[in-house]
């Protein structure tokens, strides 16, 4: 597991709403070009706003935050990464989807890692 400076997404979520009390943090690298992170924002993110609700959520432009693809080696998008922080500037991820994830599969990972 590796530790990354989180600096960049906490302003952002800052700006988005309260902090997860249980210190974990969802990381999703999204694009509005990407057909299958439209269909996930559409189809999957409505279904799952209770459990969501229980993480800090930050969406990342890709195209608006590209050094950000490189810190986190990011290699294709929809890459979901979910983070336990450990501070206010880092996090340790402690899972990692890449491509479309269906709610049913999102929803299994999220009550897993809360645990």
Same mark, same amino acid.
């Given at each position: 597991? &590796?530790?990354?400076?989180?600096?960049? *997404?906490?302003?952002?979520?800052?700006?988005?709403?309260?902090?997860? #009390?249980?210190?974990?943090?969802?990381?999703?690298?999204?694009? %509005?070009?990407?057909?299958? *992170?439209?269909?996930?924002?559409?189809?999957?993110?409505?279904?799952?706003?209770?459990?969501? %609700?229980?993480?800090?959520?930050?969406?990342?432009? %890709?195209?608006?935050?590209?050094?950000?693809? +490189?810190?986190?080696?990011?290699?294709?998008?929809?890459?979901?990464?979910?983070?336990?922080? #450990?501070?206010?500037?880092?996090?340790?991820?402690? &899972?990692?989807?890449?491509?479309?994830?269906?709610? %049913? #599969?999102? +929803?299994?990972?999220?009550?897993?890692?809360?645990?």
């Amino acid at each position: 597991m &590796k530790t990354l400076l989180l600096t960049f *997404c906490l302003l952002l979520a800052t700006t988005m709403g309260h902090a997860a #009390e249980n210190g974990r943090t969802l990381i999703i690298f999204s694009a %509005s070009w990407c057909p299958p *992170c439209q269909q996930m924002k559409k189809d999957v993110f409505p279904l799952l706003k209770t459990e969501l %609700s229980q993480w800090d959520v930050i969406l990342v432009d %890709s195209d608006k935050f590209q050094s950000s693809l +490189k810190a986190w080696k990011i290699d294709s998008i929809p890459t979901i990464i979910f983070a336990k922080r #450990e501070n206010k500037q880092y996090a340790t991820e402690v &899972k990692r989807l890449i491509g479309y994830t269906s709610a %049913s #599969e999102l +929803k299994k990972h999220l009550d897993t890692l809360l645990r």
